[in-house]
Structure formats: C-alpha cells, structure tokens
C-alpha cells in the first residue's frame, strides 16, 4: 500500500511538467469531524500532491485538476485506550459493559479531481480509504477494566470542497466525512 501511494505521488509530480501542465502541493488541516464518526478526532494533518491541466474536454476552455494524498487524524483523549488489566476472563461473558477506543491514529489515502468554475476557482470532489485499529474496553468492574476486543477497521471517506489556484499560490476551503471541515493551503507551480 505504501510502495502504491509513493509511485502514485511521485507521477503526479512527473505529469505536469511532461504535460506543460502546472503542478501543485498542498498542506491539509482538519478540524471539527463529525460527532459520529469513531475517531472524533481533535484534528487531523495531511497532504496532497497534483497537477493542473489545460483541457479542450472543459465545457468552457478551462481547466482539470487531480491529485493524490493521504492524512492522519489523531484521536481525543477520551477516544484512546484506557489501561487495562489483560483479557476478559471467561467466566465473565460478553455481556459486560464496553466501549470502543481507537488503538493509535487514524490514516486516509485518497483522490481529489477539480473542474475550473471560473477562472482560478476550481470545484473539488475527492474519494478515499481511512483505515484504524479500535480496542473494545469493558466499563470497570471492581475499579478494573478488561480488553475485550481488538480488530482493524477501515471506511469509504468522501470531500467535497473549493479551492483558488494561481502562480506560486493555492488555498481551499472543503468538507471531509471524517475529517470535518478542511482547510488547505500550498503553491501552484509550472
């Protein structure tokens, strides 16, 4: 999966220039995701790298843009794993109380695509795949909690966003399913 998102990075600096088309690199910032999405996270980081191509296909001359980039969204403290004292023992049973808690940070790759609306505004619809790993923590019985479960998870994330792009400057304004509202700044480059 790295090896992939590496090679797919590395051609969408390689295509503009091949192409005489204009390249980009953007730095992400996440906030405020949605209350029931597991991560809820306090924020989240990320970045993305593309091109922006000149199209005789654009309804009205103008341009395409597409990119490939990736995020981390770093859990609340109150969603991280509590201390716990081993497994479940059996004798318990799976009817104990529990809560679900995310084991690390939770990490996105995914495609933007953009169509010029105007010039230098440019209309965004983006696609990925955030994958975690969540541990089911039973309340505590006795002043003890138990692990009770512990599985990878993943989701199909979706953005939808505007973004302005001119020589040597490029920002957006956009909304993530799991990251909340995202704000993008970077540079726009030949």
């Known amino acids: 999966m790295k090896k992939t998102i590496c090679i797919l990075m590395l051609l969408t600096l390689a295509v503009p220039g091949m192409s ?16 029931d999405t597991t ?7 990320g970045a993305e790298f593309g091109g922006i191509f000149l199209s005789s296909l654009h309804p009205t001359g103008g341009s395409f843009s597409a990119g490939v980039g990736f995020s ?28 679900d808690y995310y084991d690390g940070n939770e990490y996105e790759a995914n495609i933007c695509l953009g169509a ?12 990925g795949y955030a994958w975690w790993n969540e541990e089911t923590v039973t309340d505590p019985i006795l002043g003890t909690r138990y692990l009770v479960d512990s599985s ?19 920002m957006g304004l956009g909304y ?6 995202v704000v993008s700044l970077g540079v726009a480059f030949n």
Do not use: C
């Not at 005489?20 to 209350?35: D, K, M, T």
């Not at 994330?157 to 505007?162: A, I, P, V, Y």
């Open 152 to 170: 990878s998870k993943n989701a199909v994330t979706g953005m939808l966003g505007l973004r302005y792009a001119v020589q040597g400057f490029m």
């Open 72 to 99: 981390v969204s770093v859990p609340k403290s109150s969603n991280k794993v509590p201390s716990y004292n081993g497994k479940l023992p059996a004798g318990l049973g799976s009817y104990v109380p529990s809560s």
């Open 20 to 35: 005489y088309a204009g390249g980009y690199v953007l730095g992400n910032f996440g906030f405020g995701a949605p209350s």
């Open 39 to 45: 991560s809820a996270g306090n924020w989240s980081a």
């Open 116 to 127: 010029e609306l105007a010039p230098s505004f440019f209309l965004n619809l983006g696609g």
């Open 176 to 181: 993530h399913t799991r990251r909340g509202v």
